[in-house]
């Protein structure tokens, strides 16, 4: 791994740790990373779909409900591995942390038009494994191609 | 809604305000609160709202959109109006089945299908 605050445009990557603040641009390009990554090691269109989501919801996760009470300058930090067989991204933020069993079921019928709660089950469903550390401000994804 | 930073394309037609996304992904909060305002801005305009949302163009939808998808469909129902969604890809289709909004909204294949269903 090698520690970098911005990944550069255009370099084929399949393993980094990048650390950055709520900002689109550096979002989108560690995302679009990941996906040209899988790619490049024959995961499909659906396997490619399944992460881009899972990436989108870990993501914003982290800046809106564990930054909540943060500057917006607080960075997150993810690193990510990509290999012919499985992508491994991890999204560390600097908030408290939160216990998943607290976020109640979306699917619910009281609960089925709230307007959020429903990230970490997109990802629960789509990624093939979800830990979070003890403290809850660390989450690591995993997505195994089906083979 | 002429604005120069809009995110949609809207019409008229037979009565039904018709919006269409002109972001392929529709991630990104900032995105998704401004598509919501505009949207909103919409709603608000109509007496009794008729909305038909196309996603013909989205390969990418977030729980975010979801949730402000939510607050048009009860912005809409608040003034008695009508909110269809067509042209869902079926991979993001899959996504409103997993969190069950597929009983929430009233989703079909096409603009033709959904135009007929309102009252």
């Known amino acids: 791994m090698h520690p970098s605050r911005v990944l550069p445009a255009g370099a084929a990557i399949d393993h980094a740790k990048v650390v950055f603040s709520n900002d689109h641009a550096a979002s989108e390009r560690v995302q679009d990373s990941i996906i040209e990554a899988m790619d490049r090691h024959g995961f499909g269109k659906a396997s490619r779909f399944a992460v881009r989501l899972a990436l989108a919801e870990g993501i914003a996760n982290a800046f809106k409900h564990g930054h909540k009470h943060l500057p917006s300058s607080a960075t997150i930090t993810m690193e990510f591995a990509v290999n012919s067989s499985k992508v491994v991204v991890s999204i560390e933020d600097q908030g408290p942390g939160f216990r998943p069993e607290d976020v109640p079921d979306p699917t619910l019928e009281e609960n089925v038009e709230r307007t959020s709660g429903r990230g970490i089950m997109l990802i629960r469903a789509y990624m093939t494994s979800i830990t979070h550390n003890a403290k809850g401000n660390r989450v690591e994804m995993v997505y195994t191609k089906p083979a | 809604m002429a604005a120069t930073n809009s995110r949609l394309r809207?019409?008229?037609?037979?009565?039904?305000?018709?919006?269409?996304?002109?972001?392929?992904?529709?991630?990104?909060?900032?995105?998704?609160?401004?598509?919501?305002?505009?949207?909103?801005?919409?709603?608000?305009?109509e007496a009794s709202p008729k909305l038909l949302i196309s996603f013909?163009?989205?390969?990418?939808?977030?729980?975010?959109?979801?949730?402000?998808?939510?607050?048009?469909?009860?912005?809409?129902?608040?003034?008695?109006?009508q909110l269809r969604l067509a042209n869902i890809d079926p991979q993001i289709y899959e996504v409103f089945v997993i969190t069950r909004l597929n009983k929430l909204f009233s989703i079909h294949e096409t603009t033709e299908a959904a135009m007929k269903t309102f009252t």
Do not use: M, Y
């Open chain 2, 56 to 81: 013909a163009n989205v390969d990418h939808l977030s729980s975010a959109a979801l949730g402000t998808l939510i607050t048009i469909n009860n912005r809409i129902r608040g003034k008695g109006g």
């Open chain 2, 10 to 45: 809207i019409k008229k037609a037979d009565g039904v305000v018709q919006v269409e996304f002109i972001d392929r992904n529709i991630l990104d909060e900032a995105n998704i609160q401004s598509i919501g305002e505009e949207v909103s801005a919409l709603v608000d305009a």
